[in-house]
């Protein structure tokens, strides 16, 4: 009797509770596609939203962005058939100009760097008994550096005590930086990559836009200013300004970071006088230095040091700015035709007796 009720119950209710379930599945689903939606559409705001501040902030700093307009101004016309230097190479084939005397208005670049309301850091090292060129070497920089722009004069040295006390124009200051002495010169002389690179890293980035690195043991002769200044520069050496390649004095073991083939190369830089923006003169020290203690692992040494290496990485990372010999230059090398200037030139020493070493050979 009981399974007889129990099979009429649900012959007779089945149809009701098909009905049912349907209209459950469909609120279900109705109730999800609901949720799912406003979960979807409220992701998709946001990211509107996102995407519409940082529109917003790229807006803002192209309003922002500082405007150069340079004042009246009265120079000599250029022409397109009555180029400045003919004697010379003035750009490189990937569009870096080369800076000669004679290639560029100093006017304007001054006031275009003017408006750009920068400071321009100079490195230099005076380890042991290189201090004593630092008093010439900072007097002839106060007369032909930079003139009538901010400087701070980066001096790296194992005795401050002995920095003179050379006074200085209004915007620029000398800034003694104490830092570890070696043994031998050439380790001192590829520890700048190392040091240049950290105090850039956790200094200079902050204080200065442009960096340029010089040898201490040189005085300027002549003007030297922000016809200098790009992203990244170095300087043609000038006892390899008319040599080919395979004169250079590459490092040549290809189990060297700085091996470079006997096809490949511009120019061979000098190592003292190169420079650029903060970050990229970080980049470059920081791969040097990185190249130089992955050589000193395997006990090697470049032919030439720090130089060696730097002269690897232009050939891989082409400098943004070539600057003339005029720029680095040694009397031994006399007064060619084309040097129309001797703008920062090579103290005559004794190198046996400032390097503490014998039979020194002269590198500028």
């Not at 200051?173 to 105090?199: A, H, T």
Request: aromatic content about 14%; overall charge positive.
């Amino acid at each position: 009797m009981d399974r007889t009720r129990i099979r009429v119950f649900f012959k007779c209710s089945a149809p009701l509770i098909f009905w049912l379930c349907l209209l459950s599945t469909f609120f279900l689903g109705f109730f999800w596609q609901t949720s799912e939606g406003h979960w979807l559409n409220r992701g998709i705001s946001i990211l509107c939203e996102t995407q519409s501040r940082l529109s917003r902030n790229k807006t803002d700093l192209l309003d922002n962005s500082p405007e150069i307009e340079l004042p009246r101004m009265v120079y000599t016309k250029a022409h397109i058939f009555k180029p400045l230097r003919t004697d010379v190479l003035t750009v490189t084939p990937w569009f870096a100009p080369i800076v000669w005397e004679g290639s560029y208005n100093l006017d304007i670049l001054n006031e275009q760097f003017r408006q750009k309301n920068m400071t321009v850091g100079l490195t230099i090292f005076a380890i042991k008994k290189y201090v004593v060129f630092l008093q010439r070497f900072l007097e002839t920089a106060e007369t032909y550096f930079m003139v009538g722009h901010r400087v701070k004069y980066y001096v790296f040295t194992d005795r401050p005590e002995a920095v003179p006390n050379v006074t200085v124009k209004d915007g620029r200051e000398i800034v003694p930086l104490k830092v570890q002495n070696y043994s031998r010169w050439q380790e001192i002389s590829m520890r700048r990559m190392e040091i240049i690179s950290y105090f850039s890293k956790q200094r200079f980035i902050n204080e200065v836009g442009f960096l340029v690195c010089v040898d201490v043991d040189m005085r300027f002769n002549d003007h030297v200013g922000v016809e200098i200044l790009s992203e990244l520069f170095d300087t043609i050496h000038p006892g390899f300004y008319a040599s080919e390649r395979k004169a250079f004095t590459y490092e040549r073991r290809n189990n060297s970071k700085a091996f470079i083939p006997q096809d490949e190369g511009d120019f061979y830089y000098a190592g003292g006088f190169f420079g650029g923006t903060v970050d990229k003169v970080y980049q470059l020290t920081k791969k040097c230095h990185e190249a130089i203690m992955a050589d000193k692992n395997r006990s090697m040494e470049a032919i030439w040091q720090e130089e060696s290496h730097l002269n690897k990485y232009f050939v891989y990372h082409k400098p943004t700015k070539i600057l003339s010999p005029e720029y680095l230059w040694d009397n031994n090398f006399g007064s060619p035709q084309f040097l129309k200037k001797k703008r920062f030139l090579a103290v005559p020493k004794n190198h046996a007796v400032i390097r503490n070493r014998r039979n020194s050979h002269l590198k500028c």
